[in-house]
Nanobody
Framework: QVQLVESGGGLVQAGGSLRLSCAASGRTFSTYTMGWFRQAPGKEREFVGG????????AYADSVKGRFTISRENAKITVYLQMNSLKPEDTAVYYC?????????????????WGQGTQVTVSS
């Protein structure tokens, strides 16, 4: 069982930065692949990025490539989402997710555990 708690969301102006954190509980966190998803009002939840258990493999949605970076510290059982050059269209609730497997998947159904989400609002 893995429990996830996101933090770091807030209100930022366009062009600004935020770093989201996802703290996990569970002794097997280091073997889980982690993903970040987001959901804007009236839209479906979408994949933002993911990182495999070792941190050696990452994947990003085209909309955030070059602006967002995912990293993890297994010793701190935490995964991060550094978001730079934020745009108003990045406004959404951001969710951390975990799956027991070695591959980063973009489908939300592939993930077994989810956090409660943290709101990110980017003003123009």
């Amino acid at each position: 069982q893995v429990q996830l708690v996101e933090s770091g969301g807030g209100l930022v102006q366009a062009g600004g930065s935020l770093r989201l954190s996802c703290a996990a509980s569970g002794r097997t966190f280091s073997t889980y692949t982690m993903g970040w998803f987001r959901q804007a009002p009236g839209k479906e939840r979408e994949f933002v990025g993911g990182i495999n258990w070792s941190g050696g493999s990452t994947a990003y949605a085209d909309s955030v490539k070059g602006r967002f970076t995912i990293s993890r510290e297994n010793a701190k059982i935490t995964v991060y989402l550094q978001m730079n050059s934020l745009k108003p269209e990045d406004t959404a609730v951001y969710y951390c997710a975990a799956r027991n497997g070695a591959t980063v998947y973009t489908l939300s159904s592939a993930y077994d555990y989810w956090g409660q989400g943290t709101q990110v609002t980017v003003s123009s």
